[in-house]
T-cell receptor
Framework: DQQVKQNSPSLSVQEGRISILNCDYT??????FLWYKKYPAEGPTFLIS?????DKNEDGRFTVFLNKSAKHLSLHIVPSQPGDSAVYFC?????????????FGGGTRVLVKP | DGGITQSPKYLFRKEGQNVTLSCEQN?????MYWYRQDPGQGLRLIYY???????QKGDIAEGYSVSREKKESFPLTVTSAQKNPTAFYLC?????????????FGQGTRLTVV
């Protein structure tokens, strides 16, 4: 049973426009959410996160929105740049004193066209 | 510089052989993780360790083994019992804190079994 789902495997967007990536989760215990960016044959790099006590977190061109009632989060990239072309993973965890396990979605491949 | 080092980057092994993937971190993180990525899929958790001399199975632990004798090191052995070992393996670590649950990833090891 996939607890974190990214239903769009790919997304194509024109440079300068907005990229919107979506993620749904089923486990109501998740209280911390992260987005990672990954290039081929490299490890994921952290982009932005949000705690369940917030509904929005912004960092430069990246904004993450959380809708707890719908168990849905989204990542907005504005404006999109060609260097943003990569695979983006949504991840979720339950914050606990003993560290955390991240549960990942399947990823969304973003292509930003010049 | 602090970070996570995985070695080797590429590994080829014959079917039926055990192989050990190395993961070392100098971030002073308590928790370490092993994930597997298959083409077009997300990251799946194999094993994780929250503290030295302790580790737990993740979602797909069958055919794998780990050890955590030192805080800095968390090697993964892919045994002959693993039916589909060819994959991209990612090691990660995180601080053991309630506030910071971001995981840092290594560059990965691509294992090919022939």
């Amino acid at each position: 049973d996939q607890q974190v789902k990214q239903n769009s495997p790919s997304l194509s967007v024109q440079e300068g426009r907005i990229s919107i990536l979506n993620c749904d989760y089923t486990n109501s215990m998740f209280d911390y959410f992260l987005w990672y960016k990954k290039y081929p044959a490299e490890g994921p790099t952290f982009l932005i996160s949000i705690s369940s006590i917030k509904d929005k977190n912004e960092d430069g061109r990246f904004t993450v929105f959380l809708n707890k009632s719908a168990k849905h989060l989204s990542l907005h990239i504005v404006p999109s740049q060609p260097g943003d072309s990569a695979v983006y993973f949504c991840a979720a965890s339950v914050i606990q004193a003993a560290g955390n396990k991240l549960t990942f979605g399947g990823g969304t491949r973003v292509l930003v066209k010049p | 510089d602090g970070g996570i080092t995985q070695s080797p980057k590429y590994l080829f092994r014959k079917e039926g052989q055990n192989v050990t993937l190395s993961c070392e971190q100098n971030l002073n993180h308590d928790a370490m993780y092993w994930y597997r990525q298959d083409p077009g899929q997300g990251l799946r958790l194999i094993y994780y360790s929250q503290i030295v001399n302790d580790f737990q199975k993740g979602d797909i632990a069958e055919g794998y083994s780990v050890s955590r004798e030192k805080k800095e090191s968390f090697p993964l052995t892919v045994t002959s019992a693993q039916k589909n070992p060819t994959a991209f393996y990612l090691c990660a670590s995180s601080a053991r804190t309630l506030l910071n649950t971001e995981a840092f990833f290594g560059q990965g090891t691509r294992l090919t079994v022939v």
